[in-house]
């Protein structure tokens, strides 16, 4: 085994070798423009590029006419929200959105407040998943789209977009989601629910980071573009698409339709080993939302009586996100956690486990190992520590 051991999948995966060995003939020979009509060039880039739209497309159930290739699932999100908000001003000026979304989502409706939008953030129950109720009663007659994720990049939780779909569907709101965490890892089917917008992106699923996918439902709402200028994805896009990105992202896709279900299969009871291994060694873990309804690569657990500032150094050679590792200066604990009810100190002592296709079953062992050991050493540590009175 080699270690650094990476459990940090939600943050990023490696491009599966497959998807490089596919994308590599397109930097050099087949280097075309797919914008340039009149040559062989351009065809064989042409042609690549609606293989890989197919490739997505079929991922998802979608039409190949659905998906625009995007830089990735922040522009697919930015590319939504604010060109609905534009396309469909005289609806209405309401959005609807859930606390515990990517910040490319949330902060893109805050931004609408500027332009005159109500923005309803929606709150999250212990296990983090939107009440549905509240979702209903959330709707306007002036409500003109409801986003909410497929996955949870932190705790992995799984929103019901087939109850919320029915909602959105019977008042004619549109339904965004973004399901760059659940796309190429659990089924997802853009039918479930009826999504009329859905952003995913390559390097979640083992393709190649900056690329990415809209998906917008067929006479759904006519987006304006973020982009303007050539003209590229039915104008909803413009740019020279970047081609040995878009092959690669057709590849993973391809290879997620064909492994998924299995890969899934064997990463939950990977999952659930690691944590059956945690729980024995550290009493008082706490699961950070529900452990059902969620994707089987994930784990989250806080762990009390530590110093989370300790707690990312001392795991080393163990690659996961710690609650207090990011940023600079006075660490912030997670707004998904905290929308889950964790108490910040809970929050910032918290690790986040994200397994993927190359975690073995002898990192997943050395993974429990560690944490119980520093956990173990951390405790004494903090027990030991005068505390002021
Ligand atoms: C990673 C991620 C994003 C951002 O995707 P990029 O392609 O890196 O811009 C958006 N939403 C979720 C849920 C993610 O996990």
């Given amino acids: 085994m080699k270690t650094p051991v990476y459990l940090d999948y939600h943050a990023t995966t490696p491009a599966d070798p497959r998807v490089v060995e596919a994308m590599l003939p397109y930097f050099t020979e087949r280097f075309g423009n797919p914008a340039s009509r009149n040559h062989p060039f351009g065809w064989a880039a042409a042609d690549a590029v609606e293989t890989a739209r197919g490739e997505v497309a079929a991922l998802v159930g979608a039409h190949a006419r659905e998906i625009v290739f995007t830089s990735g699932a922040t522009e697919s999100n930015n590319t939504v929200v604010r060109g609905v908000a534009r396309a469909r001003r005289r609806a209405g000026a309401h959005v609807v959105t859930v606390a515990t979304e990517h910040p490319s989502v949330v902060d893109a409706c ?32 002036d409500t003109i789209l409801v986003s909410v994720m497929a996955a949870n990049n932190e705790i992995g939780v799984l929103q019901d977009l087939e109850a919320i779909g029915a909602m959105t569907h019977a008042r004619g709101v549109l339904l965004h989601t973004d399901a760059s965490q659940a796309v190429g890892k659990v089924a997802f089917d853009v039918e479930r629910g009826r999504v009329s917008l859905a952003s995913f992106t390559a390097h979640k699923m083992y393709g190649p980071k900056g690329v990415g996918a809209l998906y917008v439902r067929r006479h759904s709402v006519d987006l304006p573009p973020l982009l303007v200028g050539g003209g590229q994805e039915r104008g909803l896009r413009s740019g020279t698409l970047n081609v040995p990105a878009i092959v690669g992202f057709g590849k993973a896709a391809a290879i997620a339709r064909a492994e998924g279900a299995a890969e899934a299969a064997r990463l939950g009871a990977l999952r659930d080993r690691l944590l059956a291994g945690l729980r024995r060694g550290v009493p008082g873990l706490r699961v950070n939302g529900s452990l059902t309804g969620r994707l089987p690569q994930n784990l989250n657990v806080s762990i009390d009586g530590i110093e989370p500032e300790s707690l990312a150094m001392a795991l080393g050679d163990l690659a996961v996100s710690a609650g207090a590792a990011c940023g600079t200066g006075k660490p912030t604990p997670s707004r998904v ?23 073995t079953d002898e990192e997943i062992e050395f993974a429990a190992a560690k944490v119980v050991e520093v956990v173990a050493g951390l405790r004494r540590m903090h027990a030991a520590i005068p505390r002021a009175t």
Avoid: H, N
């Avoid at 956690?337 to 975690?359: D, M, Y």
């Fill in 337 to 359: 956690l905290t929308a889950v009810g964790v108490p910040p100190e809970l929050a910032l002592a918290s690790i986040r486990f994200g397994l993927g296709r190359w975690t």
């Fill in 110 to 141: 805050r931004t609408l407040e500027a332009d005159g939008f109500a923005v309803t953030v929606l709150p999250v129950g212990p296990d983090g998943l939107v009440d549905l109720d509240r979702v209903e009663a959330s709707l306007r007659p």
